[in-house]
T-cell receptor
């Protein structure tokens, strides 16, 4: 079945460092891909999405490109801030269009 | 404001005492879903609904019931809660696009403790 693999972390960075969180997927169809962020004590919020190959999603300085050839959707940010400390989830829509498949989440801590 | 609301936000109860967690969305979304989040296990789907009167099991439906009588509401019912249902619960809703479920919008969560 469809699945999402992402580095589980925790990832600890200093403020202004470059961030990459890897996400790879297995899917039989042509899924949409998402990154969600969960700040402490809150629900998940959409960070960015891409709906087809080579699309780049971007928001709040974060970017991810839908790479069909490598089945990847890695999240990047050039300069992280303390306020980016959160758990990040990679996800895709399943082949039936009925559900999401979530990765396990990656906890990011940014130190001042 | 477009949102998904859940109530209560926090609940402590005892084994066997029936409870309902409400979920409501004001975005006219067809799709709604319930998840539980547990440390080390990530997000697991309990039930989902593609539209009014259409519900289906997710990955961990045992011990839970849902209903979808109106488009905006999707309550989660625990008829006889047990301690292993202690968890953080999230409701979500989504419009249905040409490919099916699209961006999901999540509620703030309900932290349930069953003693």
């Amino acid at each position: 079945g469809d699945s999402v693999t992402q580095m589980e972390g925790p990832v600890t960075l200093s403020e202004e460092a470059f961030l990459t969180i890897n996400c790879t997927y297995t899917a039989t169809g042509y899924p949409s891909l998402f990154w969600y962020v969960q700040y402490p004590g809150e629900g998940l919020q959409l960070l960015l999405k891409a709906t087809k190959a080579d699309d780049k999603g971007s928001n709040k300085g974060f970017e991810a490109t839908y790479r069909k050839e490598t089945t990847s959707f890695h999240l990047e940010k050039g300069s992280v801030q303390v306020s980016d400390s959160a758990v990040y989830f990679c996800a895709l829509t399943d082949n039936y269009g009925q559900n999401f498949v979530f990765g396990p989440g990656t906890r990011l801590s940014v130190l001042p | 404001e477009a949102q998904v609301t859940q109530n209560p936000r926090y609940l402590i109860t005892v084994t066997g005492k029936k409870l309902t967690v409400t979920c409501s969305q004001n975005m006219n979304h067809e799709y709604m879903s319930w998840y539980r989040q547990d440390p080390g296990l990530g997000l697991r789907q309990i039930y989902y609904s593609m539209n009014v009167e259409v519900t289906d099991k997710g990955d961990v439906p045992e011990g839970y019931k849902v209903s979808r009588k109106e488009k905006r509401n999707f309550p989660l019912i625990l008829e006889s809660p047990s301690p292993n249902q202690t968890s953080l619960y999230f409701c979500a809703s989504s419009p249905l696009g040409p490919q099916g479920v699209d961006t999901q919008y999540f509620g703030p969560g309900t932290r349930l403790t069953v003693l």
